[in-house]
């Protein structure tokens, strides 16, 4: 759990933010539903980016997600690479981010890199949290390019 996180039973404006959060996810799947609208045709390729794409934002933006739910997302994005190296780029980054969000949550073992004064600071958990958000919405919206891009 992210230290100082909110509950998502937590009112905001008499509405909890469990709402908010799937309300957030359903904006941001708008796009690939009007991908399925507009195409007679889908190619394997772009299931796989429909796929990544779905199981990231998942994972990203509703609420109760436990570590583990962003694998799907490792196990769709590696076969893109097929197409598009530099995403190779994005999935070792966000492997890192996830490395460094499971240890903090685990922390099977002391690191000399990692001392518990730093995992257990909810600002370090916070700034890894935004920045695997930052990069998700990045991937989110590269991935929306090569799902648009005319073939």
């Known amino acids: 759990n992210l230290t100082n996180a909110p509950l998502s039973s937590v009112l905001f404006l008499g509405i909890p933010l469990f709402y908010y959060a799937a309300a957030i996810f359903f904006l941001f799947c708008i796009p690939i539903f009007y991908f399925f609208y507009n195409r007679k045709q889908i190619s394997i390729y ?18 109760n997600m436990h570590e583990r739910y962003i694998y799907p997302f490792f196990v769709f994005f590696p076969l893109l690479f097929t197409k598009k190296m530099y995403l190779s780029f994005f999935y070792i980054f966000l492997s890192i981010l996830n490395w460094i969000n499971l240890y903090i949550v685990w922390h099977p073992m002391k690191l000399f890199f990692m001392p518990y004064t730093t995992i257990s600071n909810s600002t370090f958990q916070w700034m890894i949290a935004f920045i695997t958000t930052v990069t998700s919405l990045i991937i989110y919206a590269v991935m929306l390019k090569i799902l648009y891009e005319k073939k």
């Open 46 to 63: 772009n299931i796989f980016v429909i796929f990544s794409i779905v199981s990231l934002l998942i994972f990203v933006f509703l609420p």
